[in-house]
């Protein structure tokens, strides 16, 4: 899975020139650091990027060099990554569920920003975590909204709890405050409008002042054709909403876009393998690969068919149920794809968008999930 030196102008001009039987992800680094700006110049506050959506080295080091100086880390190997890659960058341990070992780890390593959503697991910061400088942001949930799925069946605290939490952190002399994530691919901006109203109740419950409010992750990258998503309207919401709900207490808001900072920025290859009596497609990557996520969160239309040579298909399109490569039933994209009705073995489908959650799940099950990176000027 390295990543090749050689940078080609777009896709089509590799795929005809070399003709590759594994898939391939195309990343755009140009594309990648125009959306960090976006966010940087958008959001009114500080941008930190979630590196589990997309944890390749590259990746990492232009959204530093686009000035990205924050980092939302799960574990320890993306702590390590962190310091090696951007060291000057800012640390948000934000995966509430931590090993001591790990605290251990964040605690040397300088991390000065923790998650929590329960008692136990701030019993174990407070035993471990120095309080100078250091911050722990309580995670509490509403039923969700607007979302892909909810994050909330794993992890917030409920409002009552969060309360509690908020004051027991600030009676132990860390800098409290408050996050919140309102779920993946999340369309509708009233969802962070609900929580942000949510965390101002809670904090004035709790009788605390908190410093910064992170709005989570959550935005969304654009998955079909007929939904742009409206990155500045959600960003113009989260401020005024917070203006609202705060006034003259309002909090240092924070965000930790995933798949919005990083999926544009790559578009995923696969090869016609077959074409099943004119019905079925079967590709050289499936949902045990690249495309693991679209069960959960839904396909991606935004595709287009190349011949091997390189030239778009253009016949009429028709709906085409999609398979993996696996010798599993359930490796099928969800629903139907529309596809051109002149499709054929060893054509390329492109799926633009996938670089967030491709790469970072690829299981290689069945002895599949080989994948090529190359650097491209352009996507399309």
């Not at 040579?309 to 099928?332: M, Q």
């Not at 967030?356 to 190359?374: H, K, L, M, Q």
Request: aromatic share 8%.
């Amino acid at each position: 899975m390295g990543l090749s030196k050689t940078i080609w102008a777009k896709p089509a001009e590799y795929l005809a020139h070399q003709q590759p039987e594994n898939p391939v992800l195309f990343f755009a680094p140009g594309v990648l650091q125009d959306t960090a700006r976006r966010f940087i110049d958008g959001f009114p506050g500080l941008v930190t990027y979630a590196v589990k959506s997309n944890p390749q080295e590259v990746v990492i080091e232009n959204l530093a060099a686009a000035g990205v100086r924050g980092f939302d880390v799960a574990s320890p190997a993306e702590m390590l990554m962190i310091r090696r890659l951007a060291p000057e960058a800012a640390m948000h341990y934000n995966n509430p569920v931590r090993a001591r070992s790990e605290i251990a780890v964040a605690v040397a390593l300088g991390v000065k920003s923790y998650s929590v959503d329960s008692r136990t697991e701030l019993a174990k910061l407070i035993d471990l975590v120095p309080t100078e400088g250091c911050e722990i942001s309580v995670r509490f949930k509403l039923p969700v909204q607007g979302a892909a799925y909810n994050f909330g069946a794993k992890f917030g605290a409920t409002q009552d709890l969060a309360a509690d939490l908020l004051r027991t952190v600030a009676e132990a002399g860390f800098i409290p405050s408050m996050t919140f994530h309102p779920g993946t691919q999340c369309v509708d901006p009233s969802a962070w409008e609900s929580y942000i109203h949510a965390a101002a109740s809670i904090a004035q419950a709790a009788g605390v002042r908190i410093a910064r409010l992170n709005v989570g992750g959550g935005f969304p990258s654009h998955r079909l054709n007929g939904v742009l998503p409206d990155l500045e309207a959600i960003f113009a919401l989260i401020d005024r909403t917070t203006e609202a709900a705060f006034g003259a207490d309002r909090p240092v808001l924070v965000c930790e876009p995933g798949r919005g900072m990083v999926a544009e920025s790559i578009s995923l290859a696969t090869r016609v393998k077959a074409v099943r009596d004119d019905e079925h497609v079967f590709l050289n990557d499936g949902t045990y690969g690249n495309l693991d996520e679209l069960p959960m969160i839904g396909i991606i239309d935004r595709t287009e068919v190349l011949t091997p040579e390189g030239r778009a298909r253009t016949a009429a399109p028709r709906g085409r149920i999609v398979f993996g490569p696996t010798c599993d039933s359930v490796d099928r994209l969800p629903g139907e794809l529309m596809l051109p009705g002149d499709i054929a073995e060893d054509d390329y489908v492109m799926f633009h968008g996938l670089g967030a959650y491709s790469i970072a799940t690829n299981t290689r099950f069945n002895g599949f999930g080989d994948v090529a990176i190359e650097t491209v000027l352009a996507l399309h």
